[in-house]
Structure formats: C-alpha cells, structure tokens
C-alpha cells in the first residue's frame, strides 16, 4: 500500500489531533470531586464498594468525605487528604486521574487486581504523596525513576507485584524514607544504598543483588569488545539495505 | 445561764451550717467556672451560649458541651458559632478535654499557653478566626495530639521545633497566617508536606539533600561492563528506528 504525500500528512494530523483529545479529557477541572468521579470511572469495582459509596448526587459541602475509603483534611470541605482503597477487587490501570486530587498525601491501592505499568509521571501525579502502598496487585514494568522525585515519600510499598529491571539509584536521594519493601517482584541488579532498609525489604526478587544482599556477580565470559563489533556490523547491514 | 448558753450555741451551730453551705456553693465546680469565665470574654450575637448556666453542679446539660461518665468535659462544639472575644487560660483546666472546637468564628487573642495542660487533647481545631501571636511550644507537651488545625488565622513567629515531639500527629494545617522561620521535618514532622503551611510568606522550606549518598562499594567493575553491553544494543536499535522514521517520511510518499 503506498500513500501519497498529502494522504499521509492528513493521516498524521488526525492522529495527532485524537491524541490532543484524549490528553485533554484526562487533565479536566483540577478539583477533587472530579478527581473521585474519574477514578471510579477509571476502575473496575465487581464487588460494588465504590458503587455503593460512592454517590455524586448529593452535592453538599463536604460530601466526599463520607465516601468510603476517603479522608478529607477537613470534614466540611471537599479536599481529599488521604484515599484508601485497599482490598476492593479492583481492576484496571493504575488511575492517573488521582492527579486531580492536589492535596492528596497518602494513598493505599493494595490488594487490588490493578495492573499495567506505575506511570512514569508519577511525581507529577502524587506531587505531595507521604504513604504509597501499591502492594499486592499484577504491576508490571520497572519501577519509575520519577518516583525518586516524590521527596516526601515517607513509606513506599511495593511487593507482590510482577515489577521488573532496576531500583532506580537516584531512590537514595529520598530522605524521609523509612518503609520501602520490594519483596515478591521480578527486579533485578544493585540494589541502592537506603538507609535502614533491611535485607528482607529485597527478598524474593532472584535478580537482586548488592548490599544488603550478597554482591553482585561478574557477567559471562564473552569479551566486550566482541560484543559492540557485532553489534556495528548489523547495524551496518540494516541502515544500508534499500 | 443555761439558756443562753444553749442558744448561743445553737446560733454557732446556725453559722456554721450556713457558712459550710455557703462555702459549698462558692467553690462548686471548677469546670464550670473555666468554661463560664471564657463565656465571659465573648461577645454571642446567636445565643450559642445561653445554656451555660453558673449555678449548675456541672456543665454537663449545656448545649454544645459533653462529659464523660464522671461529669468532667470532653467535648466543646462551638464551631461556625459566631462568637467574637478571646480564649481564656482557665481553659487549660479542663484536664480530660478531647476535642476543642471553635472554628469559622471572630474569634481574637492569642492561644494560651495553657492550653499545654490539656493533656488528654486529641484534636484542636480554631481554623478560620483571626488569632494573633504565637503557636505556644507548649503544645508540644500534648502526646495524644491528632489534629490541630489553626489555618487562615493571622498567627505570627515561628513553628516551634516541640511539636516535632507529638508523635500522634496525623492532620496539620498552618496554611494561611504570618508564620515565619524554618519548617522543621524531623520527627512527626517527617510526615509533613507543603500543603499545611502554604501561603505564609516568610517560611522557609526545608533543605533536600541535594547529593545521593555514595553507592555500595562491591560490585562496579560488574556493573560497567553489564553497560557496555546493553549500549550496543541501544545503537542498533536507534538506528533502525531512525530508517525506518527516515522511510516513511522521505521514501514513501514518492513511490506515488
């Protein structure tokens, strides 16, 4: 199938203007109401306790804090402090529509069946985020970096996740870090140097290694220079074949 | 001469009972003077108040107040109550008070420093008055402290470094008043972020550590050559990306 110039810049522009769209329909009115209306869009809840709890009806000030799972910095004003919704059957992607909620500073999805990847924005979406615990769910991907971003994490709760790659190094910049457990996951490589995590904060992740873990290995016995030469000539051969 | 001396004591008897009687009634009970002295250094337009009565044994039938099962109080509910006036340090006295309530009013003063005493505080919420002066240190002396919330006052001087001792801390907002100084973020202040002291334009945020710490000393001749590796393969795959990006822009849209 072959394309003529203006055809395929048409189809460029429409592809770009869809995903403008969509962008836009994500970063709507920056309040928490509509914080708490997009993420019980987002999820699947098959037992019902957002369903049941969660009604948008009754509009008085303050309404959101009777909601299950929520806890508001006042009760008589609609600003969310803390969302708790551990052990709900929930499924989906992790919801980014929490960005919505400005104020939030801990948030407990464990126990849920959320899956896909943690957004690598995520210190855009949690900004003030003290308590993160994403525990217990099918996550998969690595660990974003921009999580080292989030400076207030206090506590950060990972395990039982199918996480893969590194503990990105820069973790060791989060000073108000107490709690980080990774246990049950498939990381891989040097762990970071955290200061009183323990050693059973890593377990069960075959990969790990380094302190306070047993050191790392030393790779395979093939050379590096082998390695690149062969990597040069393929790519020789690829960027010259039309 | 009998008589008068039987009368005479009879008359000492009289006085004596009505001196105790009347020394019972003064002194009565202390809560109640507390909180009727606060009553008498406000100004209630609503009649919030018109329950708090003097003369009763406790203050445990007043509207907007509840006790315990020993008559002592536990509760003040007096929020958006349109009180103007001031806090009172007889306030201080109520030694098993739970929850202080009195927010969205008019009200002015300072906070005493008596209200360090009320060690059985659980929650302290005097947000949306106009209170002046000073966050005592002494409220660093209240272990069972969940919230306190003193926002969108005109609250001045420093946070003082005492409350970083309350380790029962959960809810804080100083956002909103003329607070000045560092943010302490040690202790239960770890938990802390921007958002209880926004809009106090002379704090100043803690320092971040800037630089990571050093890694682990083990194992880096392992992990250098690991990179080498992988940076091959990240050539290669760049440059099949940038052809084919180079194919579909360019070479496609002449093969009309």
């Given at each position: ?24 329909m ?33 509009n ?24 708790k ?10 919801p ?5 909620c ?16 943690i957004?690598?924005?995520i210190?855009h979406?949690?900004?003030y985020?003290t ?22 994490l ?13 503990i ?23 762990i970071?140097?955290?200061r009183?995590?323990?050693a059973?904060s ?23 220079s ?9 790519e ?7 | 001469?009998?008589?008068?001396f ?34 008498m ?25 509840t ?48 209200f ?35 926002n ?5 001087g ?13 809810v ?10 560092d943010?302490?973020n ?10 209880s ?31 080498s590796?992988?940076s ?16 579909l ?8």
């Open positions: 199938m072959v394309l003529s110039s203006r055809t395929f810049c048409a189809h460029v522009i429409i592809i770009n203007f869809l995903l403008l769209l969509s962008c836009n994500v970063y709507g009115t920056p309040t928490d109401i509509f914080c708490l209306e997009s993420i019980k869009k987002s999820l699947e809840d098959p037992y019902g306790y957002l369903n049941s709890s969660w009604d948008f009806n009754n008085t000030e303050g309404f959101i804090c009777r909601f299950t799972g929520v806890e508001c910095w006042h009760p008589d004003e609609n600003k969310v402090l803390n969302l919704l551990s052990n709900m059957g929930l499924k989906g992607q992790f980014r529509a929490i960005q919505n400005s104020s939030l500073t801990g948030l407990d999805l464990s126990i849920n069946k959320l899956s896909g990847t957004p690598t924005d210190n979406i949690l900004e985020v308590t993160l615990d994403l525990s217990s769910n099918d996550f998969s991907g690595t660990i974003p970096v921009g999580l080292a971003n989030c400076s207030y206090n506590s950060l709760k990972l395990d039982q996740n199918q996480l893969t790659g590194q990105p190094g820069q973790f060791s910049t989060l000073s108000r870090l107490k709690v980080f457990t990774v246990t049950n996951n498939l990381l891989t490589g040097q970071p140097n955290l009183n995590i323990s059973d890593y377990a069960n992740n075959p990969g790990l290694c380094g302190s306070p873990l047993p050191a790392c290995q030393a790779p395979p016995s093939k050379s590096n082998a390695v690149i030469a062969e990597a040069a000539v393929s020789f051969i690829v960027c010259h074949v039309n | 001469m009998m008589g008068l039987s009368s005479l004591m009879s008359s000492f008897l009289l006085l004596a009972i009505l001196g105790f009687g009347l020394v019972l009634i003064v002194s009565g009970n202390a809560e109640v003077d507390a909180l009727y002295a606060w009553k250094n406000l100004s209630d337009p609503n009649s919030v108040l018109q329950s708090w009565d003097a003369t009763l044994v406790n203050p445990c039938t007043w509207f907007n107040v006790c315990n099962s020993d008559n002592s109080v536990t509760h003040i509910d007096l929020g958006n109550a349109n009180l103007s006036g001031q806090l009172v340090p007889q306030l201080g006295q109520l030694s098993n008070l739970q929850n202080l309530e009195a927010y969205g009013n008019n009200l002015n003063g300072t906070i005493p420093d008596e360090g005493n009320l060690t059985n505080l659980v929650s302290l919420e005097l947000f949306f008055n106009r209170l002046s002066g000073p966050i005592p240190g002494t409220l660093g002396k209240l272990q069972k402290l969940r919230e306190l919330r003193l969108n006052n005109n609250l001045s420093n946070i003082p470094m005492s409350l970083t001792n309350v380790g029962s801390l959960q804080l907002d100083f956002s909103n008043n003329h607070l000045t100084g943010i302490p040690n202790g239960s202040f770890s938990v802390l972020t921007p958002l002291f926004h809009n106090n334009p002379g704090l100043k945020p803690p320092k971040y550590q800037t630089s990571p710490l050093p890694p682990a000393p083990s194992s880096s001749a392992a992990s250098s050559s690991v990179l590796v992988s091959g393969s990240l050539l290669l795959g760049l440059c099949s990306c940038l052809f084919s990006l180079h194919y822009l360019v070479l496609l849209p002449y093969q009309d």
